[in-house]
């Protein structure tokens, strides 16, 4: 990880601005009329600065991971922009990203349903350079898929065996090594240890942190648990229901998070120290999230919200901004220190 200043100096690798993904819902059998939408993604904003490791994080259904699959233009914007590398991708055709899509690379939650289970290992980390026809020479793609297997910790000799001969953080080892092939400068990884069992993840997050280090990545890593995220991320978005509702480096967020949706994810985490612990009050949040077909109105988090004061949060939209503490948060009323202290003791 990299200090605020490095992170200052950093230019860009991808703008996004005003991003927005509605999902419409459709009903009738012939004439298909639309009756609503998902909205999925609401107006995001936020830069990935080069060589970074931005966390996006937020409970499932905030749209975390259809951010990321907008930004990979596996899913088209409805609207907004992605700049990469200064270009707006948003409205690009697919003959248009395929250059493109050799730079940037995803890795999926769940490594056995996105690896083909009839392939074997040597065939699926070698498809990206067949299908971009960067090594054509079998002899030598297999020299190269081998070195990548050895990159990420998996035995050369296993280069004929099938998915199902792997162990879990093993498949996810064939995908990360899958993703890397072309060295991508951009990894999307959806997800990537939440199916993995805990003393595995930590293999796996190190291993792209070398990764990183060696190849000079920008990292767009998604979660849900905001412990995984913590020694992995130099920043962290926090989502809810299709918004970005604060964004700071990952220091300032555990250690002094503005937002009340914040304060409540970190109190939640668990501590190690059972000191600590008992200087922590859980913020239970109450009720579901609410649909996203049907949002709050003004601040969406205002249903759930223990600091929302009527006439104020349920009225006016919060706009992400920079606070007095540091960081950017959309909140009218953002945590006081005092707040922050029994949400995360760690702090102080
Ligand atoms: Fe809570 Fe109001 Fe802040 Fe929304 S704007 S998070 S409802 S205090």
């Given at each position: ?53 931005l966390g996006l ?126 060295e991508p400068k ?63 480096t990952s220091e ?97």
């Amino acid at each position: 990880m990299s200090t605020p200043s490095q992170e200052q100096a950093r230019p860009p690798l991808v703008e996004v601005r005003d991003l927005v993904k509605h999902f419409p819902i459709r009903e009738g059998i012939v004439i298909q009329r639309q009756v609503g939408a998902v909205q999925a993604v609401d107006g995001v904003s936020f830069d990935v600065l080069e060589g970074e490791t931005l966390g996006l994080v937020g409970e499932s259904g905030c749209g975390k991971s259809t951010t990321a699959r907008l930004i990979t233009r596996l899913l088209d914007p409805t609207s907004g922009s992605i700049r990469y590398r200064g270009t707006d991708i948003a409205t690009m055709s697919r003959r248009q990203l395929k250059p493109l899509r050799r730079e940037m690379q995803m890795i999926f939650q769940d490594p056995y349903s996105s690896l083909n289970p009839r392939k074997t290992v040597g065939t699926i980390i070698g498809e990206p350079f067949v299908i971009h026809g960067v090594e054509k020479d079998d002899k030598r793609r297999k020299a190269r898929v081998q070195g990548l297997m050895e990159t990420v910790g998996l035995n050369p000799e296993h280069y004929n065996r099938l998915p199902h001969e792997f162990s879990g953080g093993q498949r996810q080892r064939i995908g990360v090594a899958r993703a890397i092939a072309l060295e991508p400068k951009l990894i999307v990884a959806d997800e990537p240890v939440s199916a993995l069992d805990v003393s595995i993840q930590a293999q796996v997050l190190n291993l792209l942190r070398d990764l990183q280090r060696e190849m000079g990545l920008t990292i767009i890593f998604i979660a849900h648990d905001l412990s995984v995220v913590r020694h992995m991320c130099d920043r962290v978005a926090v989502m809810y229901l299709g918004k970005v509702v604060e964004l700071a480096t990952s220091e300032q967020l555990y250690s002094n998070p503005q937002h009340p949706y914040t304060g409540a994810l970190l109190s939640a985490v668990p501590v190690p120290d059972p000191i600590l612990a008992a200087a922590k009050t859980r913020q239970v949040l109450t009720g579901d999230v609410p649909s996203p077909t049907n949002p709050p109105r003004a601040c969406r988090f205002h249903t759930r919200c223990p600091k929302a004061v009527a006439g104020t949060c349920d009225v006016t939209e919060p706009l992400l901004e920079p606070k007095e503490r540091g960081g950017e948060a959309a909140c009218h009323f953002p945590l006081s220190s005092s707040e922050v202290a029994e949400a995360v003791p760690t702090a102080r």
